[in-house]
């Protein structure tokens, strides 16, 4: 059995699959630990241990050795400067000809006796960024191996915003012959997590976040237009007005504060130049529940674009693992399938 290995390291979490010969999942394990750590820590010991640790357990899990392994392919934060090995951005735009051409294999015997095959991400431009140009400049590593999973299921032909919550939201364009053209991020997960427990409303939203089974579209449009009105400080310290006078349920609360937080994410699309969105672009919010829906109902809120459609991939594996496939078989480091 030849069997191939992806690895995903973002922010806060690492998680890596394990594949047979004909793609078919076999496990995942997922560590959370990831290149934030890194920065706190000054170094990258946790991150090489996660990594290591995944591996070992998936082939301990699934009665395997390093024989038994074909590849191993890794995208995202782990290619940054903070991350195991740092490999240079693709300039946009790029597709998966140019991510393919990119793709580095590095030795790193501390972890295994295999090289890993590390997938670039994508920058926004390569000219010298200065205070007079940084907002057109943005960069991505690991939603270029997703984006290029969901163009694969997706229409061809026409120029397409992707939309990726998480620890970081990020916007990715794509024109129609479905090269990525520019990206925009925002850290709007983070710091709903540190307003979540780390200030004064704290106590309000009950140190939770919103899920699937308490997410209320009316709190969160009205907390979404209030930060659109107010700012998104004023926005949340009014989610303690609605706690000390109207409202008691954290729940209901937690959604009011994820529109809030959220509406900085539109008015970024709107108004950055590092991408450029209007009512001629079609959204495909991809993510999990209940981001996906909160993101998307609040772009038909806003109505400043050409569609807002959901994402449905339809498969259990990964799509840093399918993107991670499609890449690597474009300059044959994988076979095809």
């Known amino acids: 059995m030849r069997c191939i290995i992806t690895i995903d390291a973002g922010t806060t979490n690492t998680r890596a699959a394990l594949f047979d010969g004909e793609q078919k999942l076999l496990g995942i394990e997922k560590r959370e630990i990831g290149v934030r750590n890194t920065a706190i820590d000054g170094n990258n010991q946790k991150l090489k241990e996660a990594v290591k640790s995944c591996i070992d357990t998936l082939m301990e899990k699934n009665g395997i050795s390093f024989d038994d392994v074909e590849k191993i392919l890794a995208s ?35 972890i295994c006796p295999l090289p890993i095959h590390f997938i670039p991400g994508i920058k926004n431009r390569n000219q010298a960024v200065t205070l007079d140009n ?28 992707l939309v990726l919550p998480g620890s970081h939201m990020k916007f990715v364009a794509v024109n129609a012959e479905g090269q990525v053209t520019g990206c925009l991020t925002s850290i709007s997960g983070e710091l709903l997590s540190v307003i979540t427990n780390n200030t004064i ?24 237009r209030n930060a659109a009105a107010t700012g998104l400080g004023r926005a949340c310290f009014s989610c303690r007005i609605l706690n000390q006078f109207t409202e008691k349920d954290p729940d209901k609360l937690a959604n009011y ?16 130049s590092a991408i450029r969105a209007g009512k001629d672009t079609l959204m ?29 991939a339809e498969t259990a594996v990964p799509l840093s693992s399918l993107g991670a496939f499609l890449i690597s078989r474009e300059n044959g480091v994988l076979g095809a399938h």
Do not use: W
Not at 82 to 109: N, Y
Not at 291 to 300: G, K, P, S, W
Not at 303 to 312: D, L, Q, R, T
């Open 134 to 161: 940084y907002e057109e400049m943005d960069i991505m590593r690991g939603e270029e191996t997703e984006s290029m999973a969901m163009l694969s299921m997706l229409p061809k032909g026409r120029p397409i915003l």
């Open 201 to 224: 409303i704290a106590d309000a939203v009950g140190h939770r976040f919103v899920s699937a089974d308490t997410y209320d579209k009316t709190y969160l449009l009205a907390g979404y």
């Open 76 to 110: 995202g934060m782990i290619t940054s400067n903070v991350g195991l090995v740092e490999i240079p951005h693709k300039t946009a735009p790029a597709g998966l000809k140019d991510l393919a051409a990119g793709i580095t294999p590095v030795l790193l015997e501390e």
């Open 257 to 272: 504060i994820l529109g809030a937080v959220l509406e900085s994410d539109v008015a970024a699309l709107k108004n950055s």
């Open 284 to 312: 495909v919010v991809a993510g999990k529940e209940p981001l996906q829906t909160a993101i998307a109902d609040i772009l038909r809120e806003d109505g400043s674009f050409g569609g807002v459609e959901i994402f449905c």
